[in-house]
């Protein structure tokens, strides 16, 4: 039966397989740009709205991602069993989920 | 009168097909009355498994409805979805026949982890009393009867071939904690090729019809297993 | 033992990674909000072994968690095992660990 902790589960996956392929390509522009000397010309791009919305998801998957390895560290070396980890751990990533939420707006 | 409708799984090893019957829906049925209904009235091919009847055994295990349950103990009131039943074998097991599945691979999972008592020549220092830490976490686990429904439910078994599954992991943790046991590095050693493919679904804590809780227990095995790579081998300490 | 070991080199970069993820992003904030022009990031950063020691930190526990993350997604869900999948999972990690480095020493 599929319930809350198989679902933190899968956010928790699936935010992890994006990072991992995004990551590669976040170093090498980053690399490029600045090996370039063209760095205000990158900061410029990051202006664009479409960059921006791409922050903005990333930042939403790197909560999802820091949310639940908090929530399985908690599980695995916390003195806890039971259904409360599951809620005290939604509760706090839903409370780290608006934070970001906030920094990606800031983006905007 | 009234009536169900049920499908139950018929066929052997990989292939079948469900099969519908209308029994007669009477207060207080269980799963299990049903199934042995249809066997008796309708269809005596029906092949199942049951022994004890009242929630003591667990030979009744099936999926009902898509979960894994003990059908003497599955009311057909709770279970039924507007009236109808869906009653498969178990997951994660090879089908005999209908309803009966073969339970010899998560036995074999139990004995190749070495999840048994394992006696030593000298008794402990002190009496091991119940209300000890490491005596209470065994006993939260000990009531496992081996009926299979945890394995059932685990997706990371449906996974993972290799992986020993929830009850046999259960049982490792409840020796790792019990003090009169002469290898508990051993037991480490064996939960430490397996325990980390536990996802904490909890599947299984859903599922266990004793109310036990092997994601819990898995846990523990991690943080011990972690605790002992570290730590460069256990040196027979307890904590 | 094996899996024992990647396990503990995935619970302790993550403990690495969480702070120094919501550090990160704290700069990023602090320099797109304030505006920094190219000159003024790469003058705060250049040549500082705080942060190349910070950064470089945040690149290794990264190419150490990310593929032993995926590792565990492309044996479940990928049905791969095996030393071919170790080997490609190591690659992997150099590649983040290559082109991370490169994207730091480029702004130190």
């Given amino acids: 039966m599929r319930r809350g902790p198989w679902w933190a589960f899968l956010l928790h996956r699936l935010s992890g397989v994006a990072l991992a392929v995004f990551l590669p390509f976040h170093f090498l522009v980053l690399g490029l740009a600045v090996e370039r000397a063209a760095l205000d010309g990158v900061l410029d791009w990051t202006k664009s709205p479409w960059v921006k919305l791409a922050e903005a998801g990333l930042v939403v998957l790197l909560a999802l991602h820091l949310t639940g390895g908090l929530r399985l560290l908690l599980l695995e070396f916390g003195r806890w069993s039971g259904r409360q980890q599951s809620r005290i751990a939604l509760a706090g990533g839903l409370a780290l989920l608006a934070g970001f939420g906030f920094l990606a707006a800031a983006f905007a | ?239 | 033992m094996k899996e024992a070991w990647l396990f503990a080199a995935q619970r302790i970069s993550a403990l690495v990674l969480a702070p120094l993820v919501l550090l990160h992003l704290g700069v990023i904030l602090h320099a797109v909000r304030g505006g920094l022009s190219a000159e003024e990031i790469l003058s705060r950063t250049g040549g500082s072994p705080f942060w190349g020691v910070v950064y470089g930190l945040f690149v290794l526990a990264a190419a150490v968690h990310a593929p032993i993350g995926l590792r565990a997604v492309l044996r479940e869900w990928g049905r791969w095992r095996g030393a071919g999948l170790d080997i490609a999972m190591a690659l992997f990690g150099l590649l983040l660990l290559v082109l991370g480095l490169r994207a730091v020493m480029a702004v130190l």
């Fill in chain 2, 1 to 239: 009168m009234a009536v169900l409708e049920v499908e139950i799984w018929r066929g052997a090893g990989g292939d079948g097909a469900w099969r519908r019957y209308t029994v007669p829906h009477r207060a207080n049925q269980t799963v299990l009355d049903v199934v042995t209904h249809v066997q008796r009235h309708i269809d005596p091919s029906l092949a199942y498994r049951f022994a004890c009847r009242v929630g003591m055994c667990g030979s009744c295990a099936m999926t009902v409805n898509g979960r894994p349950r003990w059908t003497c103990r599955t009311h057909v009131s709770q279970a039924a979805r507007k009236g109808r039943l869906r009653i498969g074998p178990l997951r994660n097991l090879p089908v005999i026949r209908d309803l009966a599945v073969d339970t010899a691979p998560f036995f074999e999972k139990w004995r190749d982890a070495g999840a048994r008592f394992v006696p030593s020549a000298t008794p402990p220092d002190a009496p091991v009393r119940p209300d000890e830490p490491e005596r209470a976490a065994a006993d939260a686990g000990i009531e496992c009867i081996n009926c299979a429904v945890c394995y059932a439910a685990c997706d990371s078994v449906a996974w993972n071939p290799d992986y020993p599954g929830p009850a046999a992991l259960n049982r490792l943790w409840t020796l790792v904690n019990d003090r009169r046991d002469g290898d508990r590095d051993g037991h480490l050693e064996a939960a430490g090729a397996g325990c980390h493919l536990c996802r904490s679904h909890q599947e299984c804590a859903d599922a266990c019809p004793t109310g036990l809780n092997p994601t819990a227990a898995i846990a523990g095995l991690k943080r011990e297993v972690f605790r002992r790579t570290l730590g460069g081998g256990a040196r027979g300490r307890r904590r």
